[in-house]
């Protein structure tokens, strides 16, 4: 029985849903304005697997992101670099979907751009306005907050409250200071779109809630976030939804991911301690930064050290020397396969119990190695079938974490042993040099050679540590 955290009503709630019918499932997504940093991707990691799990617990789900792509953020740093802001965000929406792609994070059925939903932006606006929800002042249009009763719910907190919590620029054209930007005019150089009150641009907070109508409805399953986004943008969303349709609640569960923090502090620009995707990926691979965040429950914060990624590739070593151990079977029918097949069971039993209680990945993760730890001393005298259903288990609950070093273990690619046979030749020839050089072209491929008294032995490297530099003979 899954039971999930609803940051609404901050309960672990039974998760009561119909698997014939569709998860509608919405992640906040990020602002391109530039690379994304390891923040980004502790989130968009962890609703992949939430994503990923619903899927494997047999349920459809339909997994929708925006993408921010004209905001105050994107027109400043375009203005810095003299570029068209429109340009900077599709570059830098580029690179967020080729950061995606190398985390392995494959469960988003559709991305959406702010930009292109302008005409639902405007609806939206225009429905709020016939409702009283919203009014005009010189071509801006603004959210009153003061109609909206339940503003607060999802934070918890009274209007009064969270008036206090945060600095309110002074805005003359507002009727009340907490009011909220729905379409800004437009300022000179700044991109814009027309709309029935002049030109200008979507608000924040609207632009979810117009991408989410156009593709789940007015009202859905679950929504996701970085928990940095409860106030003031899901709780304006909540109000924007709720008001439109007049029903409630716009969405049932809402799920929020802890911070990440660097070295116990914020990340931030000027305190020089931000790190994007890009950077920890140059010396670290993509499985082991997976496998950090999955090593702590979603809803945790996390204190980002160095130690932790090389933590990281340790664990992934371990099963990575596992799995190639497993493989080295024996063909004498073994006495084993019961308690193994037994062991299995009881372990997929708990990685399901685990990930069944609000998704907690590091209790299934810790079943796993509890598994490895009890298989290891038997590992190397198994049989052919009892290695297989091994692996199996492994592939299948990777389907659900994506950490595994299991793609490629054992199998060398032709070119790399093409490789080796040349540089095994160049030594023979005394031109070690030559031989280095080719050396370091294979292990560019992920592969490394280790010279030993039987010959060269070519290993797999490539999913942990894949830059560190080969020791030269
Ligand atoms: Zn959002």
Redesign the pocket.
Known sequence: MLKIYNTLTRKKEIFRFSKNKTIKMYV??PTVYDFSHIGHGRTYIAFDVIARYLRYSGYKVFYLQ?I?DIDDKIINRANEEKIDPKILAKRFEKEYLKDTKTLGIKSVNKYSGATQNIREIISQIQRLIKKNYAYEKNGNVYFDITKFKDYGQLSHQSLNQLKKAVRIEPDASKAHSFDFLLWKAKKSGEPFWPSPWGPGRPG??I??TAIAERYLGLQYDIHC?ALD?IFP??ES?IAQAEAISGKKPFVRFWLHTGFLLVNGEKMSKSSGNFITIREILKNYSPQAFRFLILSHHYRSPIDYQESLMKQAESSLERVSEFLEKIKKTKNKKQKTRARIEALLIKTRKKFFQAMDDDFNAPRAIAEIFNLIKTINPMAGNLEKKEAKIILDFFKETDSVLGVMPLRKTGQIPDMVLKLAKEREKLRKEGKFEKADKIRQKIFEQGYEIEDTPKGPQIKFKKIYGRTRSPTRH
């Open positions: 906040c997504g925006n921010t924040w907070h632009e979810d976030g986004l943008h899901h969303e």
